[in-house]
């Protein structure tokens, strides 16, 4: 273990634990932040109704890519405006800049990231950096850097801060050789991508420091999430969001998947509910630390089948990239997130009907704005 590491960490027990072995003193808890020591054992989120003080004030890493915007733009609406920073190292469109606090967040400097959770009085952090599995796939050395030790200074800000801590891991943390058909939340995981190998590290490591040191971590392995109005970074899945854009504007799509490609999807509507949902539960309700969430599963030929019940002429065509096709191979088909269910209640609202619905709908209303300017 790095003796610098070890020094900032003995360093920041000190300041956090008082030196004499005694009992801590009895502060707000807007003071000691939100680890499952700290909350009362009746806690429950639900049903609270938070002052303006007592909100939990959010970090979201990785913010710009396709989940980060409409994650903050959603919590800002349940916490307000100026308690939820979203931060990257890219720069933000006018919008997203205008639309509330916005930082500067390098996750791979870790002074950097203590700063900003300090100076903010941060207390839930949501962790959205990622390379997906294509682009990591064709940088294996950044995707290593950002999902692996880019994760380690997140969970040890966390931990040193008193966070409750959110990690979204995805279905491409399964393989070939776990149960496909469904995949349920514990079996064997041995994924063949460096984004599948970094999540399954970023799952058990976040347990890992829940169970030794208290850290709220809560972790959703997500299925494909399908957006309107934020573009995929560069996963396998990305095929499923494309198709809309370009079905509304060319009538046709070259698909990059076969046609009997099954995976699961999500509308991203039901992914950031899940997400909120999963950090108010109440801690005595999660009888894990890690949660598959499921919507739907398709194909890309029965999307297509939904997709022409509202667009006659559109027509799809197949040119299969045999490197997304791989990793969709070893991806499972089906879900099991029956005790996502069960601890926690969830329950997704968008099947294939109302996301085809919903995404032209989207898109041919921006067409139309489009046509009209
Ligand atoms: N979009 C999806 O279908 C799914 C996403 N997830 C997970 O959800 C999270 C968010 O996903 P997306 O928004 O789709 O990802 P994305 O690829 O669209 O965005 C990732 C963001 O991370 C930022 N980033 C890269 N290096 C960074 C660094 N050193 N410091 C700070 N930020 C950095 C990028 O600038 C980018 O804006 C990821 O962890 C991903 O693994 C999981 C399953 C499905
Ligand atoms: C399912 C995911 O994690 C992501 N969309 C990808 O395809 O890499």
Not at 64 to 86: T, W
Not at 122 to 143: D, I, M, P, Q
Not at 232 to 259: M, S, W
Request: net charge neutral; hydrophobic share 40%; with cysteine.
């Amino acid at each position: 273990m790095p003796v610098v590491w070890m020094l900032r960490r003995v360093a920041s027990r000190m300041l956090q634990r008082p030196a004499c072995g005694c009992q801590a003193p009895v502060l707000p808890s807007r003071f000691l932040g939100t680890s499952p020591q700290q909350i009362p054992a009746d806690a429950n989120f639900h049903s609270t109704s938070f002052s303006e003080a007592d909100q939990p004030r959010v970090l979201i890493t990785g913010g710009l890519g396709q989940l980060g915007v409409g994650l903050a733009s959603f919590l800002r609406k349940r916490f307000g405006k100026d308690n939820v920073i979203l931060s990257d190292i890219r720069k933000p469109p006018e919008h997203v800049f205008l639309s509330g606090p916005f930082i500067y967040s390098d996750i791979l400097d870790y002074k950097n990231l203590r700063e900003i959770v300090v100076n903010n009085r941060v207390t839930w952090l949501f962790h959205y950096s990622a390379l997906l599995s294509a682009v990591g796939e064709a940088n294996v050395s950044l995707a290593r850097a950002v999902n692996i030790t880019g994760l380690h200074n997140v969970l040890d800000v966390a931990e040193e801060h008193g966070l409750r801590l959110f990690v979204p891991s995805t279905i491409g943390a399964f393989g070939p050789t776990s149960p496909r058909n469904p995949a349920p939340d514990l079996c064997i995981q041995r994924p063949r991508t460096i984004y599948g190998v970094s999540k399954v590290h970023a799952e058990l490591m976040g347990e890992y420091y829940y169970y030794r040191y208290g850290l709220d971590f809560r972790c959703l392995r997500y299925p494909g999430i399908i957006s309107a109005d934020s573009q995929p970074g560069g996963g396998t899945t990305d095929y499923a969001v494309q198709i809309f854009h370009d079905a509304v504007k060319n009538g046709r799509f070259e698909c990059n998947l076969k046609p009997s490609t099954r995976l699961p999807m999500m509308y991203i509507d039901d992914c950031l509910r899940a997400t909120l949902e999963v950090m108010e539960a109440p801690a005595e309700s999660l009888s894990m630390r890690t949660y598959n969430v499921n919507a739907m599963s398709f194909t890309p030929a029965e999307l297509a089948q939904e997709i022409l019940k509202h667009v006659p002429e559109f027509q799809i065509t197949y040119n299969v990239d045999p490197v997304r096709q791989a990793i969709a191979d070893g991806w499972p088909m089906n879900f099991d997130d029956s005790n996502a269910r069960k601890d926690w209640g969830w329950k997704h609202d968008f099947d294939l009907p109302e996301l085809v619905t919903t995404m032209l709908n989207f898109h041919g209303s921006e067409s139309r704005v489009a046509q009209a300017n």
